[in-house]
T-cell receptor
Framework: GQQLNQSPQSMFIQEGEDVSMNCTSS?????WLWYKQDPGEGPVLLIALYKAGELTSNGRLTAQFGITRKDSFLNISASIPSDVGIYFC????????????FGKGTKLSVIP | DTAVSQTPKYLVTQMGNDKSIKCEQN?????MYWYKQDSKKFLKIMFSYNNKELIINETVPNRFSPKSPDKAHLNLHINSLELGDSAVYFCASSQARGLANEKLFFGSGTQLSVL
């Protein structure tokens, strides 16, 4: 099956710092999504990307759909304690494929 | 007013038992899913139903049997539970297949512990 390589696996940062994480694939995806999972909860959709090169923001979060369509990036600016959680990238191959492939997650810890 | 609700939240049981997890969504979505999240937090799809019809059935032991009485409900029954079944199981839903179906809405999970 498809594989998504997500990095880093975990991060410890100081409150106020910016954060970057990324996902790469050996396959071309038509859709990239980023989810956040809080402890004890299910993943929640943060940003969805549909076009190569697309840059989309959601508050302090910005995600980009890579030009090659094989990667995506998520940036968080000015991190705050509630940003703590696990961030997952997910990709969808495209028309006719309704199955998402998830990355293994980036666990973010924010030190106040 | 929870969009995707699953019960129970926690399930502790002995090896060999049979158990069920229930899921309901009030979003009007046509497609529902079961995902398994292991101890390393890896999310893996198990099943997907579209309008009560099974459309995804990954390599899952026959002991796992999903049932969808209507498009708002997708239950998961597990027979003869094994230690390796311990995980968090997430129900999710999305709009009709082929139309913005990539946006999954997840329940809060059922943590299954098999002793």
């Amino acid at each position: 099956g498809q594989q998504l390589n997500q990095s880093p696996q975990s991060m410890f940062i100081q409150e106020g710092e910016d954060v970057s994480m990324n996902c790469t694939s050996s396959s071309i995806f038509n859709t990239w999504l980023w989810y956040k999972q809080d402890p004890g909860e299910g993943p929640v959709l943060l940003i969805a990307l549909y076009k190569a090169g697309e840059l989309t923001s959601n508050g302090r979060l910005t995600a980009q759909f890579g030009i090659t369509r094989k990667d995506s990036f998520l940036n968080i600016s000015a991190s705050i304690p509630s940003d703590v959680g696990i961030y997952f990238c997910a990709g969808q191959l495209g028309a006719g494929s309704y199955q998402l492939t998830f990355g293994k997650g980036t666990k973010l810890s924010v030190i106040p | 007013d929870t969009a995707v609700s699953q019960t129970p939240k926690y399930l502790v049981t002995q090896m060999g038992n049979d158990k069920s997890i229930k899921c309901e969504q009030n979003l009007g979505h046509d497609t529902m899913y079961w995902y398994k999240q292991d101890s390393k937090k890896f999310l893996k799809i198990m099943f997907s139903y579209n309008n009560k019809e099974l459309i995804i059935n990954e390599t899952v032991p026959n002991r796992f049997s999903p049932k969808s009485p209507d498009k708002a409900h997708l239950n998961l029954h597990i027979n003869s539970l094994e230690l390796g079944d311990s995980a968090v199981y997430f129900c999710a839903s999305s709009q009709a297949r082929g139309l913005a179906n990539e946006k999954l809405f997840f329940g809060s999970g059922t943590q299954l512990s098999v002793l």
